[in-house]
């Protein structure tokens, strides 16, 4: 009962956000509320990894990338829908995932994310310069045969329904034993290994279902922007914020990223408005230094932490009241 | 139950542990004793995986586990504890066991994995502290946890690396009397390093010496301790100056 | 792309095999490796001493650039004169980013990670406020030696190259003067290869590691100057000079000055040659490549026993 008491709130704040486009608000609106779903979707698939496991992973939109490349390769040349184009990008981006993490998940800490920085890097370049994959020029997409606010609204709700599923499924993994397994690798990969979990494959896996999502994510992604370039679909500032995201929020749990995410998203909106861009982003890095001096485990331990201390002060309080 | 033939590990020229044999027998509690720079951690990372051989074979139940990875070996039934002690910090105490219970057990009901946990911290009396983060907590209960987490993986040999060392007499007595208890009512193999040799004479019923790698002393803890090689090895601080 | 501007010195000669046009690319990769090795032996430092990687060091070495450019077009300031300015203000800026920034961060649980944060929302405040102040104007340091060049047989070398390459030189041997020679630099050292042993010999580690953050600064000042002589810049471009500042500190090995010295120039030499015979956005590829490469099979450098 309690459960179904305590869902009530986000199932009906999922179908308020379902229910949004038939207002017809602004289109800048809607775009806006798009690209926060998008946000969400690669903090928290990015978390599996980087967060649960503790890999900083700093390739992330690569994977998104090569979704992005994939749908669109597979609509130019077999017309395929982008619907259906989304699954062969996931599955590409996994095995993308599948090949560099065998080797590359053998490095911890800072060499991981330099070796991954480094694949993000490799994959743009060697994109730009292959003229098959459109090269330096990009590709144009021809847009879908629908009047634009229609498909603008479908693809808002398949990014929310995505955004929906990749939050499930950080939650699902959190409360598994397959979290478990990765919290363990986080904290003492030799520990782990002693408690016969077989941690490279752990990782492995985690690794691929990481990428997954935000393959799928960049097969749909590849028909909303229709004009897809390098320098959009593997900009490192997209992974760096990712994980800037995820971080901010708190990388511990799924709802760090979800918190991070749209908290940075609405920031980083209202900034750029109102003030000029350099302040904006000056703002905006000096919050990273705030937040990693103030509360190093993100957003949402530190309001809980905040939250408890307050309570252990009541219950402090009260003997010494009495006593008084 | 355990058994190693003709051992050998050398580290960057340094020879660590030189054709050394030792068998650890079903249901006994062996020691392993030696100063400091002795090969005895080593032994124990040779045994668990974590480190190769140049040499020898190590044998558990009778298969060869010498060359597999260290959770392959924790899947056979061998579980360890470090000298330094390792908790998983950001998880709760039930959960630093519970992980072991899931993947050690092959159960995937996180509840069950769970209350089987409670179960062995109520044994090892971590009770009480089942919900605090286990980087919180003191040494002595730091030390029960690295055991309890390792009884989680159900093993039959218990590997401990210096478990009374930085604890107090009383904390000393509980640990020998827990040991004791793991044995007799789980039927658990142990096989421990240590130092303090007062503690070391009262749990063991055969102790191996170590000195340089090489095995001077094996057998029951009174000959061990009196063995003129031991007492040199220690120059005369061991168990008879006492 | 900003890749193509930093390698477009090294355009692919017209007869490749020439041994001249060899030699010639071997002596401008050594000259740009001189640069990288300075540039990146504070980065490997800080990450050695105290396990911070500051994701800001090559914003600090363009901040010392637009010192020296402006001090060059506004008073004619040569830019070796203008590092007397620049670089005490940036070891003093070290210190101070060290005492507020750094030091809150010593006891988190993962330094490493925190500090690749932080200074990354530094690096962002730091591109930001120069760009603010000197727009996103690219520039490029002009003396009135900038156009000369030194004939050695067929093999030219332009002049300006050659005083960024000696100022590096300089650079490096003070830094390794500093931590071999001086009392506070071999406390530095054994700080780096034993942090508990060394606190308990008495050396106070705040003090040792925030000197070291200063003079990491200080180096990336004289980097920067030394990289303006060479390639055009303006505020985001120190996200391209990161990327060489990790391939130095991997291929060298994680706090050695040595090693950062000689990657710098492999690096350097890797560019120049491979710079004549591929076109250069491939050289980007097989850099990025050999960074992977290396840190696979030894990503504890490759110079380290």
Not at chain 1, 135 to 155: A, N, T, V, Y
Not at chain 1, 183 to 197: H, K
Not at chain 1, 276 to 288: C, D, L, S, T, V
Not at chain 3, 256 to 276: E, H, N, P, W, Y
């Amino acid at each position: 009962m309690q459960k179904i008491i305590k869902s009530i709130v986000p199932v009906s704040f999922i179908f308020l956000l379902a229910f949004l486009p038939i207002l017809q608000p602004p289109a800048y609106f809607l775009s806006f509320i798009f690209k926060v779903f998008l946000y969400i979707i690669l903090a928290e698939s990015w978390n599996l990894i980087g967060g649960f496991t503790g890999y900083l992973s700093f390739g992330h939109v690569a994977f998104f990338g090569i979704g992005v490349y994939t749908s669109a390769m597979l609509f130019q040349h077999f017309g395929l829908s982008p619907f259906i184009g989304a699954i062969p990008s996931g599955l590409l981006s996994s095995a993308a995932a599948w090949i560099i993490g065998y080797p590359c998940l053998k490095l911890r800490g800072p060499y991981f994310a330099v070796v991954t920085l480094c694949f993000v890097f490799i994959i743009d370049l060697v994109v730009k310069n292959w003229t098959f994959l459109g090269g330096s020029e990009g590709i144009h997409l021809k847009l879908l045969p629908m009047d634009i606010q229609l498909s603008r609204s479908i693809f808002y709700e398949t990014f929310l329904g995505l955004a929906v599923a990749s939050v499930l499924v950080a939650r699902w993994v959190q409360h598994t034993k397959f979290g478990l397994g990765l919290a363990s690798i986080r904290e003492d990969e030799e520990v782990a290994q002693t408690l016969c979990i077989h941690t490279a494959d752990l990782k492995i896996k985690a690794f691929i279902l990481s990428a997954f999502i935000p393959g799928v994510a960049g097969g749909i992604y590849a028909y909303y922007i229709s004009y897809i370039h390098p320098d959009i679909v593997f900009d490192i500032n997209i992974s760096i914020l990712i994980v800037l995201m995820a971080l901010f929020g708190g990388g511990g749990s799924w709802a760090g990223p979800l918190v991070g995410a749209v908290f940075l998203s609405i920031v980083n909106e209202f900034l750029s408005i109102f003030i000029r861009p350099e302040f904006a982003r000056i703002i905006y890095g000096a919050m990273f230094i705030a937040v990693i001096i103030f509360m190093p485990d993100g957003i949402v331990t530190f309001f809980k932490k905040w939250m408890g201390i307050r309570k252990i002060q009541h219950s402090y309080t009260s003997p010494v009241d009495k006593e008084k | 139950m355990l058994k190693g033939t003709n051992i050998t590990k050398i580290f960057g020229g340094l020879i660590a542990i030189s054709k050394l044999d030792f068998e650890v027998e079903k249901s006994s509690i062996v020691g392993l004793i030696g100063p400091n720079g002795s090969g005895k951690t080593t032994l124990f990372n040779l045994i668990s995986g974590f480190l190769r051989p140049e040499e020898g074979k190590i044998s558990f139940n009778g298969d060869e586990i010498t060359h597999l990875k260290p959770y392959q070996i924790a899947r056979f039934g061998i579980a360890r504890t470090f000298q330094i002690v390792r908790p998983l910090k950001e998880l709760t105490v039930l959960d630093n066991v519970a992980t072991g219970v899931l993947y050690g057990r092959g159960t995937a009901d996180i509840k069950e994995a769970r209350s089987d946990s409670l179960d062995l911290l109520r044994f090892t009396g971590l009770e009480s502290k089942k919900d605090t983060h286990a980087g919180l907590l003191k040494l002595a209960d730091r030390k029960r946890l690295e055991v309890t987490r390792a009884l989680g993986i159900r093993p039959q040999l218990l590997l401990l690396d210096e478990v009374f060392a930085g604890l107090n007499q009383k904390e000393i007595d509980e640990a020998i009397q827990l040991i004791f208890r793991i044995r007799r009512e789980m039927g658990i193999t142990i096989f421990m390093i240590e130092h303090v040799m007062k503690a070391i004479m009262k749990a063991c019923d055969r102790i191996i010496a170590v000195h340089f790698g090489i095995k001077v002393a094996d057998g029951p803890p009174d000959e061990v301790a009196n063995a003129p090689k031991v007492i040199e090895a220690y120059l005369g601080t061991g168990y008879v100056t006492d | 792309m900003q890749g193509r501007q930093l390698l477009v010195k090294i355009r692919p000669p017209l007869n490749m095999l020439n041994p001249i046009v060899i030699l010639q690319s071997i002596v401008s990769g050594l000259l740009m490796g001189g640069i990288f090795a300075l540039f990146g032996v504070g980065f490997s430092l800080t990450w050695g001493v105290m396990k911070v990687i500051n994701i800001a060091h090559a914003a600090f070495g363009i901040m010392a650039s637009y010192i020296a450019y402006w001090g060059l077009t506004l008073y004619g300031i040569d830019p070796v004169l203008s590092l007397c300015l620049s670089l005490p203000l940036l070891f003093v800026t070290g210190l101070l980013i060290h005492r507020f920034l750094i030091q809150p961060i010593t006891r988190s649980r993962d330094v490493v990670v925190a500090s690749m944060i932080l200074t990354f929302g530094l690096a962002i405040v730091l591109e930001n406020i120069m760009l603010f102040a000197w727009s996103p104007d690219e520039r490029l340091i002009t003396t009135a030696y900038s156009s000369q060049v030194i004939f050695i047989g067929d093999i030219i070398i332009k002049v300006s190259n050659l005083i960024g390459f000696i100022l590096s030189l300089m650079g490096i041997l003070a830094i390794y003067l500093f931590l071999y020679r001086t009392c506070t630099g071999k406390a530095v050292r054994a700080t780096w290869q034993d942090p508990e042993g060394a606190a308990l010999q008495g050396i106070n580690l705040r003090r040792v590691s925030m000197i070291t953050f200063g003079i990491a600064i200080a180096s990336a000042g004289a980097g920067g100057v030394a990289m303006a002589y060479m390639y055009s810049f303006n505020p985001p471009v120190h996200n391209l000079w990161l990327i060489f500042l990790f391939l130095v500190v991997i291929v060298g090995g994680v706090g050695s000055v040595i090693g950062s010295a000689i990657a710098g120039l492999m690096i350097g030499l890797i560019t120049g040659l491979s710079g004549a015979f591929f076109p250069m956005q491939w050289v980007n590829v097989l850099l990025f490549g050999l960074l992977m490469g290396i840190l696979l099979i030894k990503p504890e450098g490759l110079f380290k026993k």
